[in-house]
Nanobody
Framework: QVQLVESGGGLVQAGGSLRLSCAAS?????MGWFRQAPGKEREFVAA??????????FYADSVKGRFTISRDNAKSTVHLQMNSLSPEDTAVYYC?????????????????WGQGTQVTVSS
């Protein structure tokens, strides 16, 4: 059983930046981030998966060009750098890990989840 621990959430003004981190207690495949705003379903944000022996990121259209996901395999950690934040980015952000190495944007594909960290963007 892999445990995921997130950190880095908080309150920021629109246009600002935040960096989320997620540390895994063991080896994982694809790692990613989802978010859930009040009254909305959980949605995919970004993930990083191995393809052709390289780690490749992929993003939801809503965050492309603003968010960057990266991975430190030596520390079993994934980061999400969020720039140009807007109030629409306000949500609880969840780290997720898949035991397999594949591109996955559906929450059902992920085996492990963190407890979530709140990101609030004020206007």
């Amino acid at each position: 059983q892999v445990q995921l621990v997130e950190s880095g959430g908080g309150l920021v003004q629109a246009g600002g930046s935040l960096r989320l981190s997620c540390a895994a207690s063991g080896r994982t495949g694809t790692m990613g981030w989802f978010r859930q705003a009040p009254g909305k379903e959980r949605e995919f944000v970004a993930a990083i998966a191995i393809s052709w022996s390289a780690w490749n990121p992929f993003y939801a259209d809503s965050v492309k060009g603003r968010f960057t996901i990266s991975r430190d395999n030596a520390k079993s950690t994934v980061h999400l750098q969020m720039n140009s934040l807007s109030p629409e980015d306000t949500a609880v952000y969840y780290c997720a890990a898949d035991s397999r190495y594949r591109i996955a944007t559906k929450s059902e594909a992920y085996d492990y989840w963190g407890q979530g960290t709140q990101v609030t963007v004020s206007s």
